[in-house]
């Protein structure tokens, strides 16, 4: 079972940036892909964006062109940099490892976009 642990969370107002990190304890290069979710107050966990083992990235409509995925492989580290934030980016954000037969989440990181 890998340990996945998001940081650079955060209270930022509209317009602003903020950059995710996803610190994996294994190598993320085992994956089929890693992934970003969110999940606001009262709503289901939605989907964000996607990068795959050999560097693929896919988003979300709500964020494309605002949000970033990237990886660092030799440090087993994940990021989403966001940019030009809305107060309905406001969610707790968790990082997803898919492996062949499992997938494991990260605890979240709170990020608040202020109006």
């Known amino acids: 079972q890998v340990q996945l642990v998001e940081s650079g969370g955060g209270l930022v107002q509209a317009g602003g940036t903020l950059r995710l990190s996803c610190a994996a304890s294994?190598?993320?290069?085992?994956?089929?892909?890693m992934a970003w979710y969110r999940q606001a107050p009262g709503k289901q966990r939605e989907w964000v964006t996607t990068i795959t083992r050999g560097g693929s990235t896919a988003y979300a409509d709500s964020v494309k062109g605002r949000f970033s995925v990237s990886r660092d492989i030799a440090r087993n580290t994940v990021y989403l940099q966001m940019s030009s934030l809305k107060p309905e980016d406001t969610a707790v954000y968790y990082c997803?490892?898919?492996?062949?037969?499992?997938?494991?989440w990260g605890q979240g990181t709170q990020v608040t976009v202020s109006s």
């Open positions: 294994g190598s993320i290069s085992t994956f089929n892909f």
């Open positions: 997803k490892a898919q492996g062949p037969s499992r997938a494991d």
